[in-house]
């Protein structure tokens, strides 16, 4: 997958929810502002969660509170400051919807 990197001010402070998540190891909490992915796909394969944290993840990256101003088509994830578009966020809800139900 070819990475895009777009330079870019935008002029409006958005900040992103904060999303606990529940761990698997000793049932210390995850949170997600410590997990910094670059890519939907690397939530989908992320071992370390459940399917629906993972659905939590991406559903808040989907959301306007992470769109780029001007570029509608693009998420700005809160945590790695990485940019993707919206399109490979929802393949990626896609995928993992599609991972559960088999």
Do not use: Y
Not at 3 to 24: E, F
Not at 76 to 81: D, F, N, R, V
């Amino acid at each position: 997958m070819d990475r895009v990197t777009i330079d870019r001010q935008t002029t409006q402070d958005r900040s992103s929810p904060s999303i606990r998540l529940d761990g698997h190891q000793h049932g210390e909490p995850l949170e997600a502002e410590r997990l910094s992915f670059q890519d939907p796909q690397e939530v989908v394969a992320d071992p370390r969660l459940r399917a629906s944290e993972k659905r939590a993840i991406l559903a808040g990256w989907a959301s306007d509170a992470c769109a780029v101003e001007n570029l509608p088509n693009w998420r700005k994830l809160p945590q790695s400051g990485a940019l993707v578009l919206l399109d490979d966020i929802l393949d990626a809800l896609q995928a993992l919807d599609e991972s559960t139900l088999h």
